[in-house]
């Protein structure tokens, strides 16, 4: 199997795992320890969980506080909520190509919401129209769907002259480019860095106070009730020491890979912009193609015909809809990612497959 879903999930860093093991030994290693008990096991626990909070924090701006979560999408759903007073009713506007995280959590919010259009490219305005009195903006860093990457400090300059507070989901980004220094607050996923899954991250500027949305013991800065994993934390950790280290071998690797991806499937277009882009995600349609069919004739590679969260809904993507696609060049699209893993020999041979299956379909 050759993998080409990079933006679904990252094949784990061996660095990460390693460390994760050291927490996962039982009484000999000692490594089990509750984070949150006052003994010597807990402490050391407790030491490895601040050192990966200090590692992830280098993904961030200065400046802010690091809580973990169990995925993105429960850092995304703390942020939108815990952000808001009991009650406040006020607007908030959120990106037309947001995930499901974020849409779906805004709508269920109980107040307006704004969904800010995309041009073609599917890029937001840098400056958009904001309604009246909103309380909260959301644009994601890099789309997970098309790749494109947003004008974010300049949407967040103009969220703060509305008087909001500015959403970044960096997921797709962090680890890879520059983090969005004008956030106030930040979702980080692990497993998209090539970190574990089941861990995650908000990033919360300093002087921003949250409401919990797990309450219980009081753990994790009284924000999430609940024993941390020093396992999960410590791979996360060294998965974003790592990602800073590589931030640009890894940059100049994917760049090479979408040269030649480029060169291989010529005739297809491109969906997004070719520019602002992170180019280990692409996005590309051909006319008359069934996506659906075509991943079930390339079972040797694995890619996607859009975001895996919404894979097997049988609904156009909201993302490709989005940048004025219709519903019939929704599904002849496909969306193929690489990575730090990732090799030419591989690229060059799922290109192959996927391109003799689609020539099948003419």
């Known amino acids: ?61 200065p400046g802010g506080r690091v809580i973990f979560t169990g995925s993105a999408t429960e850092a995304i759903n703390l942020a939108l909520r815990g952000s808001a007073s009991r009650g406040d009713t006020r607007p908030v506007a959120v990106s037309a190509i947001e995930h499901a995280a974020v849409r779906d959590t805004a709508a269920d919010l109980g107040c307006p919401v704004t969904h800010l259009p995309v041009d073609r490219e599917g890029l937001v305005a840098p400056e958009p129209e904001l309604p009246r009195d909103v309380r909260l903006v959301a644009v994601m860093q890099v789309n997970n769907e098309i790749g494109t990457i947003q004008p974010v400090e300049r949407i967040a300059a103009r969220a703060r002259a509305a008087g909001a507070l ?61 024993t941390l994993s020093p396992a999960l934390c410590a791979g996360f950790g060294v ?20 040269k030649k991806v480029g060169e291989l499937f010529s005739g297809w277009t491109l969906n997004g912009s070719a520019t602002a882009r992170w180019h280990g995600n692409c996005n590309l349609r051909r006319d008359g193609l069934d996506a659906a069919r075509l991943m079930a004739d390339v079972r040797t590679v694995a890619f996607s015909a859009g975001s895996a ?31 730090r893993y990732s090799t030419l020999a591989e690229v060059e041979e799922a290109a192959e497959r996927i391109v003799a299956a689609a020539q099948m379909q003419e």
């Open 1 to 61: 199997m050759i993998y080409c879903d990079y933006q679904a999930t990252t094949p784990l860093a061996p660095e990460a795992r390693e460390e994760m093991l050291r927490w996962l030994d039982g009484p000999d290693g000692a490594g089990f320890g509750n984070p949150h008990s006052p003994h010597r096991l807990g402490r050391m626990a407790a030491a490895a969980v601040d050192l990966a909070r200090e590692r992830v924090a280098t993904l961030c701006p």
């Open 166 to 226: 500015f959403l970044c989901d960096a997921v797709q980004g962090a680890g890879k480019i520059a983090p969005p220094a004008g956030a106030d607050m930040i979702a980080l996923s692990a497993h998209k860095l090539y970190g574990p899954k089941g861990i995650g991250a908000l990033w919360v500027r300093d002087g921003i106070e949250l409401a919990p949305l797990i309450t219980g013991g009081g753990q994790e800065q009284g924000l999430r009730s609940g």
């Open 239 to 258: 998965a974003a020491m790592i990602a800073k280290e590589r931030e640009k071998a890894d940059a100049n690797h994917v760049e090479s890979l979408w």
């Open 309 to 339: 969260c919404a894979s097997g809904s049988g609904r156009p993507s909201h993302v490709l809809r989005a940048i004025g696609l219709d519903d019939r060049q929704a599904k002849s699209s496909i969306r193929l990612g690489f990575g």
